[in-house]
């Protein structure tokens, strides 16, 4: 998966867009950051989604598509920190400053962690229970999306180094597409993994009771 990334980016950055001369870096962060980012979103949004569908329909399909999303939104979302601490440093001269996106960018990914680690902790014996507590866990975090999106974003200080010019709506679109496809993929994967593991755990017990 990853190879085919890479290879897909090298032809849209060396072949679809660099002839247009669009941006001042090939391969620039934000062409990485900025669909990342709206991945991690669209993640947090399933997860609040899919809590609400479980409260409502008390189906375990939407728990495990809460915690799938979670889990592909963690992963998405550290992406997406690590690329903006790279974009960070040689466009405003820092890594980081704790300004208001950064900050709650970072408060928000920390809390689906805590909804994971969370979830862990609770006992595998009533898996009812575990799933309508991390339902309310997912809608109580559902805030910090748009907080660090729409509420703090125009407090984060605009480009001081990056010149964007024709062509870059392309690949920048293409991206989004891309990346969004991959995270879907990825939600889809640890739904699977999820069910076999769901699946295995209640196998044990049962053998365990049964010794």
Known sequence: MTSIFT???YFLVFIVVKPFQGFNVSG???FYMVPFAFSTYLCFA???LSAVLYLWRKDM??????VSGAQTGVVVGVITIIVGIIWS????GYWWQWEPRQTVTLIMWLAYVGLLVFREMMDEKSH???ATLSAIFGIVTSPSVPLSNFVVGALHPPPQQTTLGPGVGLYLMLNFLFIGFLTLILIYMSYRV????????????????QV
Not at 61 to 66: A, E, G, P
Not at 194 to 209: A, C
């Open 194 to 209: 999820n069910k076999i593991d769901i699946k295995l755990k209640k196998i044990r017990r049962i053998k365990m009771e």
């Open 28 to 30: 620039h962060p934000i």
């Open 46 to 48: 399933i997860v609040l």
């Open 7 to 9: 290879i897909l980016n």
């Open 89 to 92: 440093k040689p466009e405003w």
């Open 128 to 130: 009812e229970k575990k």
């Open 61 to 66: 399909r939407f728990d495990l598509l809460l």
